[in-house]
C-alpha cells in the first residue's frame, strides 16, 4: 500500500494578516505537523493551490523555506487565488510541464497526475481553465499510465456540488475533462477550492472534494456567494492506493489527537 498526504486551499497570507479571525500559517503549521507525524511513511506530499491568499512573492518564498524541512517530496498546484509567475520566480525548481505547474509522479500501483487549471495570466476571475496545451499534457500522462489507476489531483472541481456559489467558480468547460476520463478508466479525482469535504461521481467519473487547512465553507445551498467561510477544523487528506483501488480520508487535524486507548466501542 503507498500513502499519499494531500492539503488544499492553504491561503496564506502576508504580514500576519488573518482570514474570518485564523491566522493562516498557524493552521497550515500545524495540519502539516500532524499529517507528517501520523504518516511519515507518506510517499509524498500534494499541495492543492490556493496556496497563497493573494499570490504574493514572499508568500511563496516564506512558503520555500518551510517546504524544504519537509522530508518527503512535495507537489505544489495553483489555485485562482496563486500567480504564476511570482510562485516560479519566488520557488524555483518545482516541476513545470509546457510552462505550467503541473507534473506526473509514479506512485506503488497508481500514476499522480498534478493539472494546473489557473486562468491567467491575464487573471479574469476565480473560475479554472484548461488550454489546448494542459489537454494535451494529459492526453500523453494518460496513455502512458500503461494500466495503472490514475489520481488526477486538480484545483478546480469539473462538476457541480450545489453550493451556489462555488459551482459559479468551478472549472470551465468541464467535458473537455471529463469525456478523457471517462474514455481512460480507472482515474479518481481529488479537487480542492471548495473548502469542503465532498464525495461524488461526474458521469461515472468518481471523485473527492478536500477541505481546509484554514477556514471552511458552510452547507449553504442558496446563497450565491463564493466568500463565505467558517471556523471549523483544519483537515489533511490522506489517499490510501492499493492494487485493488484507493481509499480517501480526511482528517481533521486541529482537533485534540485522540486517546487511543480510552473510549473504545464496538462496531
Known sequence: MAKVLALTDL????????????DPWDRFEAVLVRALADHPDA??????????????AAVYRRLA??????????IPMLGNHDRREAFRASIPGM????????????????????????????????????CATRLAWLDRELAGAAGRQVVLFLHHP???????????IALADPEALLSRLRAHGR???????????????AGGVPWTVLKSPCHQAPLDLVTPDST???DEPGAYGLLLLTAGGIAIHSEDATLPRPDRGHDKASA
Open 11 to 22: 491561503h496564506l497570507t502576508a504580514d500576519g494578516a488573518r482570514i474570518i479571525g485564523l
Open 43 to 56: 510517499d509524498c506530499l500534494v499541495l492543492m493551490g490556493d496556496l497563497a491568499h493573494r499570490g504574493e
Open 65 to 74: 523555506a518551510r517546504l524544504a524541512r519537509v522530508p518527503i517530496p512535495v
Open 95 to 130: 516541476p513545470l510541464a509546457d510552462g505550467f505547474v503541473q507534473t506526473a509522479r509514479d506512485t506503488g500501483p497508481a500514476r499522480l497526475l498534478a493539472l494546473d487549471t489557473l486562468d491567467g495570466p491575464p487573471y479574469a476571475g476565480a473560475a479554472g481553465r484548461l
Open 158 to 168: 469539473p462538476f457541480a456540488v450545489g453550493l451556489p456559489g462555488m459551482d459559479r
Open 187 to 201: 482515474t479518481h479525482l481529488v479537487a480542492g477550492h471548495i473548502h469542503r469535504t465532498i464525495s461524488g461521481s
Open 228 to 230: 463565505l467561510s467558517i
